[in-house]
């Protein structure tokens, strides 16, 4: 059975875009590289970051953090699994500034976790990025693009495009020089260029996207330590 590395020789991937794609590749050059992420070497539970995604939906960091002191004081836990996360009744999360729909995504999160059906690190370590989006996404509240992120930002994979992601879609458009951003299915056609490092490339796609707006403060993400 193959077995994935967290992370990838981002040197290579650098050398490797900035020839495949000239116009990527000047843009790479002005930023400059790219480090590797540090989570890529950190342990963590996939449960506890996806808890913590759901958290953090629709609000802005600031508010989300707050809302997760809050569920972490009451569970007496910094870590969110179903045996933490049972030790409070609804409406002691609920105080928490956690909404119904969230509460109701952390309960599913919990269950399926009880039955073996989210996949911890080790496993994750075993399949390939389509079999951890399949066994993911079921879950409520927990859509592609979440685990698209902790494939990116947790679990290093090398070849992720977030076709759905604005961010990834504005930097396409100026990359690219369109009129518009490109549609999700014309940008996954229009990335497959940048096989088999579209993580990387993806990285480069947010950077250029937030630079016309550099005084903007940076959104910390849902998964973010």
């Given amino acids: 059975m193959p077995r994935y590395a967290r992370g990838f020789d981002t040197q290579a ?19 400059g590289a790219i480090a590797p992420d540090p ?25 989300a953090a707050t809302i997760v002191s809050r569920v972490e004081a009451a569970i007496e836990s ?23 729909n969230k509460l109701l995504a952390l ?6 976790e009880a039955r073996g059906e989210i996949p911890d690190l080790r496993r994750m370590s075993t399949m390939d990025q389509d079999a951890i989006v399949a066994a993911l996404v ?11 992120m902790m494939l990116m930002f947790r679990l290093g994979r090398p070849d992720i495009l977030p076709i759905d992601d604005l961010g990834i879609r504005k930097g396409a458009q100026v990359v690219a020089k369109l009129q518009e951003m490109p549609a999700p299915k014309a940008l996954a056609e229009y990335g497959e260029r940048w096989g088999p490092y579209r993580t990387y490339a993806s990285m480069y796609l947010w950077r250029i996207a937030d630079m016309p707006t550099r005084s903007k403060a940076p959104t910390k993400r849902s998964q973010d330590d």
Avoid: N
């Fill in 78 to 100: 910094d870590r969110f699994h179903c045996d933490t996360l049972g030790r409070c009744g609804d409406a002691t999360i609920r105080a928490c500034g956690v909404s119904a």
């Fill in 138 to 148: 079921p879950t409520r509240g927990i859509g592609r693009w979440t685990v698209e």
């Fill in 107 to 112: 309960r599913d999160l919990a269950a399926r």
């Fill in 39 to 63: 989570r890529w070497r950190k342990p963590f539970d996939p449960v506890d970051a996806l808890a913590r995604a759901i958290l953090y939906q629709q609000l802005s960091g600031k508010a």
């Fill in 13 to 31: 991937a650098y050398t490797y875009l900035s020839k495949r794609d000239r116009k990527l590749g000047a843009w790479m050059h002005r930023i």
